[in-house]
């Protein structure tokens, strides 16, 4: 009798997801950085090299929205909608708690307090629908290849040490920010 392979959970494999897409948002982030301003700069709230609010809207498109992912008018409206949203609950929040601003698009086109503009607002319908449809599912199939040749063990035990090293890392960066 063949013994079957013990895999990561749906939440510990959002989890991965979270990080990963953080992570090449961090790396998106920071190679605009490098080609508009010359130089390197840490583009992210945290120490490390992860932006969380690309992780968490990757979490959003694949939690939520994924289910419209066939109808790509519909995903686009409401993508664009929440997406804007949860673009100025973020820059309020930072804002009012460490009085700082990661993003600014006063001198974009129809712009709210600077903190969203209807330019990105249009950019994250389109992206969503581009993420749901190409860039999420080559990432997870590559991502599941690689599950498949590293054991259950140490796939849990690096999601966990990385788990904590992001909560050290966002408690390390708030005080930074508060200090």
Not at 13 to 21: P, Q, S, T
Not at 50 to 78: D, M, W
């Amino acid at each position: 009798m063949r013994e079957e392979k013990i895999r990561l959970s749906k939440w510990e494999i959002y989890c991965l997801y979270f990080f990963i897409y953080a992570f090449l948002g961090w790396l998106l982030e920071t190679l605009y950085s490098l080609f508009v301003l010359g130089h390197f700069t840490n583009r992210g709230f945290l120490y490390g090299p992860i932006c969380p609010i690309y992780g968490y809207g990757a979490l959003i498109l694949l939690i939520f929205l994924r289910k419209y992912k066939k109808n790509s008018i519909q995903l686009f409206v409401i993508a664009a909608i929440i997406f804007t949203v949860f673009e100025y609950l973020v820059s309020f929040g930072l804002d009012a708690l460490f009085a700082m601003h990661w993003w600014d698009y006063t001198q974009d086109f129809m712009n709210l307090n600077g903190r969203v503009s209807i330019f990105y607002t249009f950019a994250w319908g389109f992206i969503a629908i581009f993420f749901l449809n190409h860039i999420h599912p080559f990432f997870k199939k590559k991502i599941n290849l690689l599950l498949s040749k590293i054991p259950y063990t140490v796939q849990s035990i690096s999601l966990k040490m990385i788990f904590v090293i992001f909560i050290v890392d966002t408690i390390l960066s708030c005080i930074r920010y508060v200090m």
